[in-house]
């Protein structure tokens, strides 16, 4: 009998610890760039004959891109296009190549990647 009540007690203790333990990997949400960030992909459809195109964000030197993706637009995970993250709003985009310079606004959206194509 005592046997039988001690066998009830740690069955219920482990119900109750069970019932009790919180699962947090669930309806987390994620921020692939960071809270409050989103992605920029700066990329060219073809091959304009300028020569690669200096990349500034913000009036900070940021890089350079010298791919063309003729068949479309890239993955955001495409290492041959040009990508950074950034905090969301918004920012300044500024090229520079051998045909001149470029200049405009983009949005970034938190957690996603904002495509960006330098036309000709």
Excluded: E, R
Aim: with cysteine.
């Amino acid at each position: 009998m005592k046997k039988t009540i001690y066998y009830i007690l740690i069955l219920a203790g482990i119900g109750f610890i069970a019932c009790n333990k919180n699962d947090t990997s669930t309806n987390q949400p994620t921020h692939p760039y960071g809270l409050g960030n989103g992605q920029i992909m700066i990329y060219a459809l073809q091959d304009c004959h300028h020569g690669s195109t200096t990349i500034y964000i913000d009036g900070q030197y940021c890089g350079v891109i010298g791919n063309y993706f003729p068949s479309g637009t890239p993955d955001c995970n495409n290492s041959q296009a040009f990508t950074k993250v950034l905090t969301t709003g918004t920012h300044h985009f500024h090229g520079v190549n051998s045909a001149g310079s470029y200049d405009s606004d983009f949005n970034i959206i938190q957690d996603q990647c904002t495509p960006y194509n330098l036309d000709c």
